[in-house]
Nanobody, 124 residues
Framework: QVQLVESGGGLMQAGASLRLSCAAS????????MGWFRQAPGKEREFVAG????????IYADSAKGRFTISRDNAKNTLYLQMNSLKPEDTAVYYC?????????????????WGQGTQVTVSS
């Protein structure tokens, strides 16, 4: 198993940038496809971005393309989400998750390990 802990969330103004981090425990971090999801009040959890085991492949939700960048540092057992040009609609609890799948998935069901989440609030 792997334990995931998100950090970096906070209250930001629209247009600001923020980088979320997800620290993973264990020596098998590189063995997982990783992803970021978010859940806004009254909304279902939605896919934000995913990254392959060695970081070669990335997938982004339409809402994240051009603004967010997912990356990972396997040597540090850390996943990142760089968020630029934040919008109020980005307000949500952001979760990092790990998948044992072969490909980068976009469905929450494909991810088996989850962090506790970190709150990102963007004010206008």
């Amino acid at each position: 198993q792997v334990q995931l802990v998100e950090s970096g969330g906070g209250l930001m103004q629209a247009g600001a940038s923020l980088r979320l981090s997800c620290a993973a425990s264990g020596r098998t971090f590189s063995g997982y496809v990783m992803g970021w999801f978010r859940q806004a009040p009254g909304k279902e959890r939605e896919f934000v971005a995913g990254i392959s085991r060695v970081g070669v492949s990335t997938i982004y939700a339409d809402s994240a393309k051009g603004r967010f960048t997912i990356s990972r540092d396997n040597a540090k057992n850390t996943l990142y989400l760089q968020m630029n040009s934040l919008k109020p609609e980005d307000t949500a609890v952001y979760y990092c998750a790990a998948s044992t799948g072969l490909r980068v998935g976009t469905r929450s069901e494909e991810y088996v390990f989850w962090g506790q989440g970190t709150q990102v609030t963007v004010s206008s």
